[in-house]
């Protein structure tokens, strides 16, 4: 759908490859500059076969060419300047200062492209005091307040982070479809532009969807936090032989998956004889369903409760999810076979269009594999 949409992507890690991997599998074509050696996130977890071939490239690059360029060099920057005037899109995530030194601010590349959408992925906005700071995923967790989410959870008072780069992958959405808009502005009325996506911006909107809350009035009616998603209770509920999410969402369901797991007459006692009460006191039924759910197997409950519409799903270990009927049936988790890496697992875009197909024929490639003639095409 992104056909020849040519992309220069001067990012690295996982915040601006996760972009430009999904403009990527959308077909733009996309030239990946790499650095002596390559983007280091080729090195963050073990290669099979060929070092800096680890699985977070395989995940992140696919679909791309690389170009491996020391831009300490006069002729390399002399290559990148070339690639610059054909590109549609230039991205980077490096920092206004060096990437300004190295002659590819924004002014420097619109000057080689008048109408070009120049993307740059910063930690901090340019407007605010934390400009200009350098920001990884644990930093953007930690000032967006999502490190004290999980406390307010279990009564565990240390800060944590959540196990998952969710601040890069997040950033990267927003990058994409930020520069999916400029696209579509630029075939309206023919002008590029500069576009800014920071990261602290990005997540605390992600984040402050819901966990605003009650701070969203003023002055404020509550506190901050969607209080359901850190109730206590409110956690996968133990079986015979695993564990099970459970979601009464409404608040008749409470008591209607309590009654399913055989203990009816719970749902008589005063306290529960409207829905504000059912919610006042859902803390109890969710103890209450997680001790008598633990006399039943994973199926047993997942189809009493499927018969009865109360969304329910087993708790599956991340290594499992690979097998999961559903994904393999719906093809999400599809095998190819790389070039030098051998047999790989890799995700489909998750979205589904009548009118396009991925194709998986383009793998992720070696450090500096485009070099000869690697340009756009």
């Known amino acids: 759908m992104l056909e020849g ?3 220069l992507d001067l990012t690295t890690v996982v915040f601006g490859p996760y972009c430009t991997q999904i403009l990527a599998d959308f077909g733009a074509d996309v ?7 390559g983007d280091m996130f080729r090195y963050a977890a073990k290669a099979p076969n060929t070092p800096g071939m680890g699985p977070g490239h395989m995940a992140l690059n696919r679909g791309k060419k690389s170009l491996e360029l020391d831009l300490k060099q006069d002729e390399a920057r002399e290559r990148l300047r070339e690639l610059a005037a054909e590109a549609d899109v230039f991205i980077h995530n490096i920092r206004r200062e060096p990437i300004e030194r190295l002659g590819f601010g924004y002014e420097a590349v619109k000057a080689l492209r008048e109408d070009t959408i ?6 901090f906005g340019s407007n605010g005091p934390y400009a200009g700071l350098h920001a990884y995923d644990d930093v953007i967790q930690a000032a967006s307040g999502t490190t004290s989410l999980l406390p307010r959870v279990d009564g565990n008072p240390a800060p944590r982070f959540f196990p998952s780069l969710i601040a890069d992958k997040v950033s990267g959405l927003h990058a994409a479809y930020a520069t999916m808009a400029a696209v579509i502005h630029r075939m309206r009325t023919g002008e590029g532009q500069f576009v800014e996506v920071p990261m602290l911006e990005a997540f605390t909107s992600f984040m402050m969807k819901e966990h605003l809350g009650g701070l969203t009035f003023d002055p404020a009616v509550g506190d901050a936090c969607y209080a359901r998603q850190v109730d206590p ?3 996968p509920f133990p079986t015979k032989d695993g564990h099970v999410a459970i979601v009464p969402y409404r608040p008749g369901h409470f008591l209607k998956v309590i ?3 055989g203990n009816e007459e719970f749902g008589k006692d005063e306290r529960f004889a409207d829905p504000t009460g059912i919610l006042r006191h859902s803390g109890e039924c969710y103890d209450r369903i997680g001790e008598l ?4 197997t994973t199926e047993e409950i997942l189809r009493l409760l499927r018969d009865n519409a109360i969304p329910a799903m087993p708790a599956h270990d991340v290594a499992d999810v690979i097998h999961d009927e559903h994904l393999q049936a719906a093809g999400f988790f599809r095998q190819s076979e790389h070039p030098t ?6 995700m489909r875009e998750p ?4 009118g396009w197909e991925q194709s998986f024929d383009r793998p992720a490639p070696l450090v500096g594999e485009h070099n000869d003639g690697g340009g756009f095409g």
Do not use: D, M, W
């Not at 030239?31 to 050696?37: N, Q, R, S, T």
């Not at 890496?341 to 890799?346: C, F, L, M, P, V």
């Not at 979205?351 to 009548?354: A, D, N, P, Q, V």
């Open 5 to 7: 949409l040519k992309v």
């Open 233 to 235: 209770h409110r956690q």
């Open 351 to 354: 979205s589904r269009f009548s």
């Open 341 to 346: 890496e051998g047999t790989i697992n890799q």
């Open 31 to 37: 030239i990946k500059v790499e650095a002596p050696g």
């Open 293 to 296: 759910s633990a006399g039943f």
């Open 259 to 261: 009654a399913l797991l």
């Open 118 to 123: 120049y993307v740059h992925c910063v930690g």
